[in-house]
């Protein structure tokens, strides 16, 4: 894996897009189909005792799902892809890697579903937690301790849009001996690809930008490390993909680049609108010169995604603007062909306390935008008409 | 109502909007909202989706439960039972549990504090003097997999009340049809939905049913951080299976009585295990507490030579892991739905390398059993 002019390669210098068009490549179907078959089979046949076809039990493994564990591995440049039923389902997995004792340091700002996670689970289990901003490398550093097994970080981050190093946090993981975790569901492999740059583990929500239709629940994990034991989680604790859900994926997974880059290019244009609104008061958005982490998104990814955050004036536009939306839906979730705003103080971020979210800047003023592929003039005007009442 | 009606007219099998009579496949992610000041139903699929409830509201009906879940797998059902309970807590594990459910415990809840211990839960004094402070839970299957050993479910729950301890129990051999362990007083009710309820061999799913508010909630919780759900897709597939639920099983298990009875007679069989033989042990408990023997029979050949035969010449039946389906399927636990048990620990079970389990589909009889004779046969 190297890049090369900003983009991506891969192996055989078969590039991003080519990957995700075609998939794997690892085993042909011997019926030529171009699309992979759904095997909706739940056990399958052996020739005779010790004869098994590779294949035993979908729980274990199951080729539709197997194809798409191969293409987002080979798309995150990672040894072993693993698909769960959705994203916590994933993060779930990994966590489960630790012990009794262990202490992880995990990104302030962060999906609610993961800091609920963390807290009302697997603190009952004894795993320690540090919540630290990660975009301060020295703040990193100084919350490892002797337990510390892991640093968990999203990047750009849910919903403040926080950018952290990856190469810093990896490089200072290396040094301790600690594993770096990423959740790359904001930006997907076509924009960043944390692997490259020393991460150890990947994790997505697969029902987001890989799915891309607000229509599949996913979790997908891209290991370079701990493949045995992932493997294993996989199938003792069985929260694995559908064949028809992995079907789902794979399909989305052709158009990642092409919705990517219209809902990018949407993304931009939204964002400085948004920063010349009056009733907005600022912006968040990596892709705007200044955004705190612009420098560092420019250096590690080839793209800035299409999430934007906002605060409005007061928190009465909100409640008037929520109503007034048309083109754009009101509804939890983001990465879709469909554009999404969501309200992160009472929706995905409802299970963080308050005091966090005030210290992190998730106000009751804020609004997270996921920018979908409509026609740019139409969300601009639906976001004109419905905060400028 | 009988219970075949009710599979067919359970008030969820119509879609209000439209009238269809087979459940919409919702396949959506993410719901819009209308009113920022009062939230819909759904918002988000993980933590509601309206196939999924389907789904999880009949099986709540047929278990007579108060609450039902739908999980990617059995044993994601399983795991997401198993994690309401916290680091410290002590569970009972029937010894013959699914090899899956005893790496489970054995493996992850074990690493994180959550004790276990296997105990022969037909031993109701063995039970009783294996409980301690901190037992949480007791986990049974019965009949057990795969010798089909029956546990009296009224004395280990009378036991289990006493001490204020979660009766589970993994209902999958028997489906809602045969048995009703809530019914006798159980608390959770699992499923791998894989087998029966689908039927179809077709779906890796699983189902939980809750009695009580209080364990509803946990459950609930725990499906919804740890996010193990069942897609739409399955759901409706599982929705569609079970309204043959019972003319499957009606059929599957008239099979399983003829096909124990004729190779109890076979000379190359050393044992047979079937509840619906009045000589298999506990079998006037199991029909004191179930509907009927069920599909699934396991049977020794007189040596382990006859066995590896049998798997290699079996032709009809499918030689796989899983059953519940309408295809017959013969499986040979100790390389495969028992592999991961130890192998002292699987022949101090009884899992000799001699068994073979047979899960009995929708074939006609006479056919499997001229397969059996040919593949018994030198």
């Known amino acids: ?389 | 109502m009988d219970f075949g009606t009710k599979l067919i007219h359970n008030g969820n099998e119509i879609d209000k909007t439209t009238g269809a009579l087979s459940i919409p496949i919702y396949h959506a992610s993410t719901f819009h909202q209308f009113d920022i000041d009062n939230f819909g139903k759904y918002d988000y699929s993980r933590s509601g989706n309206p196939t999924r409830e389907a789904l999880e509201n009949t099986i709540a009906a047929l278990e007579e439960g108060d609450s039902g879940f739908a999980f990617s797998s059995g044993m994601a059902a399983i795991s997401s039972v198993l994690s309401i309970f916290s680091a410290g807590d002590h569970i009972l594990v029937c010894r013959d549990v699914y090899g899956g459910t005893y790496r489970v415990t054995s493996s992850f809840f074990k690493k994180f504090n959550v004790e276990t211990t296997f105990i022969d839960a037909t031993n109701i004094g063995e039970i009783k003097e294996r409980i301690k402070n901190n037992t949480k839970a007791i986990f049974l299957e019965s009949p057990s997999n795969p010798l089909l050993k029956i546990t009296d479910f009224r004395a280990v729950i009378e036991v289990a009340r006493k001490n204020n301890i979660v009766v589970i129990v993994d209902n999958t051999f028997m489906s809602p049809y045969l048995q009703n362990p809530i019914k006798l007083g159980a608390d959770v009710v699992v499923h791998s939905a894989t087998k029966f309820i689908g039927g179809h061999s077709d779906v890796i799913s699983g189902l939980v049913v809750v009695k009580g508010k209080e364990l509803s909630d946990k459950v609930k919780f725990v499906q919804n951080s740890f996010g193990a759900v069942l897609g739409p897709q399955d759901c409706w597939l599982l929705l569609r299976g079970l309204k043959t639920l019972k003319v499957r099983l009606d059929y599957q298990q008239k099979s399983a009585l003829k096909l124990a009875k004729w190779l109890r007679e076979q000379e190359e069989v050393a044992k047979v295990y079937y509840p619906g033989l009045l000589e298999h042990p506990g079998s006037e408990l199991h029909l004191s507490q179930a509907k009927g023997g069920g599909a699934v029979l396991s049977f020794e050949t007189k040596d382990d030579e006859t066995a590896k035969r049998f798997m290699r010449k079996v032709k009809l039946a499918a030689v796989a892991v899983s059953l519940g389906g309408v295809e017959t399927i013969v499986s040979y636990p100790a390389k495969m739905s028992h592999a991961a048990v130890p192998k002292e620990e699987r022949e101090s079970l009884g899992i000799k390398d001699s068994l073979i389990r047979v899960s009995l589909g929708l074939e006609e009889t006479e056919d499997i059993i001229k397969d059996f004779k040919n593949a018994l046969s030198i």
């Not at chain 1, 005779?48 to 539709?64: A, I, K, M, V």
């Not at chain 1, 301060?136 to 990047?155: G, L, M, P, R």
């Not at chain 1, 200044?290 to 560092?296: C, L, N, P, T």
């Open chain 1, 1 to 389: 894996m190297f890049y090369r002019g900003g983009i991506f390669m891969s192996e055989n210098c078969r590039r991003l897009e080519t990957i995700m068009v075609q998939g794997s490549r690892e085993k042909e179907d011997i019926k030529g189909a171009i699309s992979t078959p759904i095997y909706q089979s739940a056990t399958f046949k052996h020739h005779g005792l010790n004869e098994s076809t590779g294949y035993d039990y979908s729980r274990s493994e199951n080729p539709t799902r197997e194809e798409l564990e191969n293409t987002i591995a080979k798309l995150e440049g990672g040894k072993a892809g693993f698909a769960f039923s959705t994203g916590m389902a994933a993060i779930d997995a990994v966590i489960r890697l630790f012990i009794p004792k262990d202490h992880i340091i995990v990104s302030e700002d962060l999906y609610g579903g993961t800091y609920r996670l963390f807290e009302e689970i697997y603190r009952r289990y004894g795993i320690e937690t540090t919540y630290v901003d990660t975009t301060d490398i020295k703040k990193v550093e100084e919350s490892i301790k002797k337990n510390t097994k892991a640093i968990f970080i999203e990047t750009p981050s849910n919903p403040m849009m926080r950018i952290t190093d990856i190469s810093k946090i990896t490089s200072l993981a290396k040094a301790f001996k600690i594993l770096t975790i990423v959740d790359n569901t904001f930006l997907s492999p076509y924009f960043q690809r944390p692997l490259l740059l020393g991460a150890d583990i990947v994790i997505h929500s697969g029902t987001k930008f890989l799915g891309g239709h607000n229509d599949t629940l996913a979790g997908i994990i891209v290991a370079n490390k701990f493949i045995e034991e992932i493997k294993f989680m996989q199938v003792s604790t069985g929260a694995v993909l559908s064949p028809f859900d992995s079907w789902l994926i794979l399909r989305g997974i052709k158009t990642l680049a092409i919705r990517l880059e219209k809902q990018q290019k949407n993304a931009i244009k939204i964002s400085k609108w948004l920063s010349e609104c009056k009733r907005v008061k600022k912006v968040y958005y990596p892709g705007l010169k200044a955004h705190k982490g612009y420098d560092i998104s420019v250096k590690q990814t080839t793209g800035f995604g299409s999430m934007i955050s906002f605060e409005v004036n007061e928190r009465e536009i909100i409640e008037k603007s929520l109503k007034k939306f048309q083109t754009i839906y009101f509804a939890e979730s983001l990465g879709g062909v469909e554009s999404l705003i969501t309200y992160p103080y009472i929706q995905t971020h409802a299970s963080i306390p308050e005091d966090i979210r005030n210290r992190i800047g998730i106000k009751d003023t804020l609004l997270r935008l996921s920018v979908g592929i409509e026609n740019v003039k139409d969300l601009i005007e639906d976001l004109d008409r419905s905060l400028n009442l």
